[in-house]
């Protein structure tokens, strides 16, 4: 499951309008681009973007009418604190993948949770991600704390180190144990979540972590 275009409504005015003034301002040049933090106006801004990773449920779950689905930020949230708990592992550096799980969806506060099924080519669901991601990270301020968030997004999506590698592994172990718990919780049949991700886990935590979680299925 894994462009202001997929917006849907915000229950409140005030909220809308202020993710429209948000908006108006990703599309400004940065006020002082060589600033090394962005300022209190700035972060502000960048977490009001954020906001809808809150609100937006996943798509996936919506359209397969899991009650009360997870949001994008739900499943964020978990991610980080499996990089936090994950074994250690050469060269693999835990902090940054902890970091790298909490940005990792950040683009899809502007863009929306686009699935395989929307039937988007791979390649044009990467270049509106990179558009949203480059207006987020100017609403930041464009200093070296967006640059960190961008080159994080990047790094994950370029699948280019070890630490993304597992941050890969720990999207699909997240997906597959909340299938599991919609399962057991809904009396739903998600099987095809678990066969999307079967034999394309890169890491031994990945590996070990799913098959765990496929175990407990076969026990249920």
Known sequence: MLECLFF????LAASALTFARVCRM??????????????????????????????TK?????????????????????MGLMALIAPDAPGVDRNKCVKM???H?????????????DGIPKEEKSRREQEALDRMCNVLGGG????????????YEANSSPEAKLVKDLDK???????????NEQGKD????????????????GKAWAAEIVSRRKKN
């Not at 969806?105 to 099924?117: F, M, N, R, Y």
């Not at 998600?190 to 935590?205: N, P, R, V, W």
Request: charged content about 25%; proline content about 7%; aromatic content about 6%.
């Open 58 to 78: 996943r798509t996936g779950w919506v359209r397969r009418d899991v009650k009360n689905p997870e949001s994008i930020a739900d499943h964020m949230h978990r």
């Open 26 to 55: 990703a599309s400004l040049p940065p006020s002082n681009p060589a600033a090394t933090l962005p300022s209190a106006s700035s972060a502000i801004d960048f977490l009001s973007i954020c906001h809808r990773l809150k609100t």
């Open 105 to 117: 969806d950040i683009a899809e506060a502007i863009v929306g949770d686009i699935c395989p099924d």
């Open 8 to 11: 849907k409504p915000l229950p």
């Open 190 to 205: 998600l099987d095809e979540f678990f066969q999307s991700t079967a034999g394309k886990f890169q890491t031994e935590t």
């Open 144 to 155: 070296s704390t967006a640059k960190e968030v961008a080159d994080l997004w990047m790094e």
């Open 101 to 103: 799980a909490i940005v």
């Open 173 to 183: 172990v997240e997906m597959i144990l909340q299938a599991l718990e919609y399962e």
